[in-house]
């Protein structure tokens, strides 16, 4: 899947090179969707939100998604997590939906759905986790 018309493979590219060495390289730490679309040089999430624009958080994320594919890089975007509220620590619903899995923070999920999401992205967090410790010692 290509980038969305709305951002370059430039902001993609900046964002991806911001997680890795911010996150991934530093034992998997996860970052916060604000410090991500800086480094992408795009409004912070909530001002996108605030003046209706909330798709294009999903659709700067969904193809932060597909650009770490075709860059043959982890799943990065399970490191970007939300800093304040009801998410606080876990990533947006699109996350969970562009990979196929129900939303765990979702009203209406089962506690089977609930446990198999997070587990996914627990495991997610730590593939990119095991990468960073590779790409830091220079063994990629």
């Not at 390289?25 to 795009?42: I, K």
Request: some cysteine; glycine content about 10%.
């Amino acid at each position: 899947m290509s980038p969305s018309h709305e951002f370059t493979v430039d902001q993609l590219n900046a964002a991806l090179d911001f997680v890795i060495k911010n996150g991934a390289e530093d034992r998997g730490q996860t970052v916060s969707y604000s410090r991500v679309f800086e480094a992408a040089g795009l409004p912070a999430p909530q001002y996108l939100h605030m003046g209706g624009d909330s798709h294009l958080v999903t659709e700067f994320m969904a193809s932060f998604h597909y650009r770490c594919q075709e860059r043959q890089l982890p799943p990065l975007d399970a490191l970007v997590v939300h800093v304040a509220g009801q998410r606080k620590g876990f990533p947006g619903a699109g996350y969970f939906r562009v990979n196929g899995k129900a939303d765990p923070l979702g009203e209406r999920i089962t506690a089977e759905a609930q446990a198999t999401s997070t587990r996914f992205w627990e495991m997610q967090r730590e593939e990119c986790k095991r990468w960073g410790t590779k790409s830091r010692r220079g063994q990629l």
